[in-house]
C-alpha cells in the first residue's frame, strides 16, 4: 500500500461548479498537510497547510482532514478556468520528517 | 516574496555525464529541499540541507549529492546520468530544518538524460 494515494484523473468540471479533490493515506504519524497547484511547466504552489484534524478555508478554497479516516480533501467554489492545474497532496511530520507527496490530481475546469 | 530561482531552466545531458543544477531565493529562508518530479508523477524527496548541513535524505543513491553555501544558496549534484534521472528537478525553502514547515517551491530545473 502506498503511503500517500490520489487519483491522478483528469477531472474535468463546467466553470462555477464546486470542485472536490481527494487523498487518502496510510501512515497514522502524519500530522501537518498540504495542497499545492502546480501549472505545466512551472513548480508547485502552496494553496493550503493544515495541521492535524479540521478544516481550513481560504477565498474559494477549503482544506478538510479527517486523521481518523486517513483521507484530506480539497474543495473548490465557484471554480474557474484559471484553475486548471494539477493539484498535489502533500504530507509530512512522520517519523522521518519527509514530505510525501501524492501523485497529483489533473483537473480542467470548461468554460 | 520568496523569490526562488532555479537555473539553468533545461538541460539535456548523456548518460554517465554529470550535472549541477542551482538553487537561490532572497528571502533568507534557511533551509532547501530538493525534489525530483517524473512526468506525471508528484515530488520525490532527495535531500534537505539546513544551515550547510544535510538534514536528511530520501531513497536515493550517493551519486546525487548537494552543497548549501553561507548564503543558503544550494546545489544538486548528480554524477553518473542514468536515462531514469530525466525528470523535472525542484528546490523548495523553508525555515527551521523541518520538511513539514512551510515550503516554497522553484519553478524547477527540467533535465533530459539522452
Known amino acids: 500500500q502506498k503511503e500517500v494515494e490520489q487519483d491522478p484523473g483528469p477531472l474535468s468540471v463546467p466553470e462555477g461548479a464546486i470542485v472536490s479533490l481527494n487523498c487518502t493515506y496510510s501512515n497514522s504519524a502524519f500530522q501537518y498537510f498540504m495542497w499545492y497547484r502546480q501549472y505545466s511547466r512551472k513548480g508547485p504552489e502552496l494553496l493550503m497547510y493544515t495541521y492535524s484534524s479540521g478544516n481550513k478555508e481560504d477565498g474559494r478554497f477549503t482544506a478538510q482532514v479527517d486523521k481518523s479516516s486517513k483521507y484530506i480533501s480539497l474543495f473548490i467554489r465557484d471554480s474557474q478556468p484559471s484553475d486548471s492545474a494539477t493539484y498535489l497532496c502533500a504530507m509530512g511530520g512522520g517519523r522521518d520528517d519527509k514530505i510525501i507527496f501524492g501523485k497529483g490530481t489533473r483537473l480542467h475546469i470548461l468554460p | 516574496e520568496t523569490g526562488v530561482t532555479q537555473s539553468p531552466t533545461h538541460l539535456i545531458k548523456t548518460r554517465g555525464q554529470q550535472v549541477t543544477l542551482r538553487c537561490s531565493s532572497q528571502?533568507?529562508?534557511?533551509?532547501v529541499s530538493w525534489y525530483q518530479q517524473a512526468l506525471g508523477q508528484g515530488p520525490q524527496f532527495i535531500f534537505q540541507?539546513?544551515?550547510?548541513?544535510?538534514?536528511g535524505r530520501g531513497n536515493f543513491p550517493p551519486r546525487f549529492s548537494g552543497l548549501q553555501f553561507p548564503n543558503y544558496s544550494s546545489e544538486l549534484n548528480v554524477n553518473a546520468l542514468e536515462l531514469d534521472d530525466s525528470a523535472l528537478y525542484l528546490c523548495a525553502i523553508g525555515m527551521g530544518g523541518r520538511s513539514y514547515n512551510e515550503q516554497f517551491f522553484g519553478p524547477g530545473t527540467r533535465l533530459t538524460v539522452l
Open positions: 540541507y539546513y544551515r550547510e548541513e544535510e538534514n
Open positions: 528571502s533568507g529562508h534557511n533551509t
